[in-house]
């Protein structure tokens, strides 16, 4: 690996989807020219193990030809509704989250699904999913948490983090600070919560705490809008909820990323979506669609300089070596 050049820091912040099946031209452009950090693949882009494994594999060779780190490639398989990867080729979890009921559970979905995983070439899961929802209450992530109380879903999601990191598999929790009482999906809407925060202290926040403790390797923010910590910005470019609340109330110093900044929750241009990543201490954009938006993102942290990427390139790089032996 070349020496650390702007381009790469700039680039390093970014983990980005696309399109298409193969090795191809955009990707090409992705990792040789906007020096990407990650990819995260959508069921676009999967076909079969054999395709997705030589896909991964061609997309390493790019960035270690560049002169880059390996890259983090990422997918969403959480079990249940969302499952990147299907069968017959890969294992089914039909209820996902809410159908484990213990730890052993967990540790069997997180051995057979990190199996799969590393298997065709990805190292980051985004997952667990960390939300809890309050008792009696059914909203828009009803089909994709665990059944329990904020003890629970922390014993939960330990068990899924010990499960993917202990096989090299890197957990990303979300979405911070807790999405479970949500009933508009941030797919669509912005949705903005009134909630307290002692009462998000004392129940959303306690599997993240469990998690941070546990050494989780990233967050993933919300698309949410929480008024009583901020009632200007969701928490996924809010300096009150990512630099005030996750890294200085509750210490962690890991990576930090937006869930995807194409979703519609997301109404600002991205140019004020990026500014505000820098200034609310977030490591990693993520944009999940091919379009416009994933240069312009990376000129504008190369523009921001390298004393605006230098704290979460260390970050990123920390990641790497952790996992995937840089």
């Not at 009583?228 to 969701?234: E, R």
């Amino acid at each position: 690996m070349t020496h650390t050049t702007p381009e790469q820091m700039a680039g390093q912040r970014l983990l980005v989807g696309f399109d298409g099946v193969s090795f191809n031209e955009d990707l090409k452009f992705l990792i040789e020219n906007l020096r990407v950090g990650g990819l995260i693949l959508f069921a676009r882009n999967i076909e079969t193990p054999d395709q997705v494994r030589e896909l991964c594999r061609a997309c390493q060779n790019s960035a270690q030809e560049s002169g880059l780190p390996p890259l983090f490639i990422a997918v969403d398989q959480e079990g249940g509704t969302v499952a990147r990867l299907k069968p017959p080729y890969f294992t089914e979890f039909p209820k996902g989250n809410p159908g484990m009921a213990n730890e052993e559970d967990a540790d069997r979905f997180a051995a057979v699904t990190a199996g799969e995983l590393k298997g065709v070439g990805f190292n980051m899961n985004m997952a667990p999913v960390l939300d809890v929802e309050p008792e009696g209450f059914s909203g828009v992530m009803a089909k994709r948490v665990f059944r329990g109380g904020p003890a629970y879903v922390s014993d939960m999601g330990r068990a899924l983090i010990r499960g993917f990191q202990d096989r090299g598999v890197m957990a990303v929790a979300k979405h911070f600070p807790g999405i479970g009482r949500t009933t508009l999906d941030s797919h669509l809407y912005l949705p903005v919560l009134e909630t307290g925060f002692d009462a998000l202290s004392a129940h959303d926040l306690v599997p993240f705490k469990a998690a941070i403790d546990f050494g989780v390797a990233g967050i993933m923010m919300s698309h949410i809008q929480y008024n009583a910590l901020d009632d200007a910005w969701p928490a996924s470019l809010s300096m009150k909820v990512v630099k005030g609340l996750l890294r200085d109330q509750l210490g962690y110093q890991g990576l930090v990323m937006t869930d995807d900044l194409d979703m519609k929750a997301i109404r600002t241009p991205i140019e004020v979506s990026v500014n505000r990543i820098i200034e609310a201490d977030v490591d990693i954009a993520l944009i999940c669609h091919k379009g416009p938006d994933i240069e312009k993102a990376f000129n504008l942290f190369m523009n921001a300089g390298p004393e605006a990427n230098a704290v979460s390139y260390q970050r990123i790089m920390d990641l790497k070596r952790r996992f995937l032996a840089v």
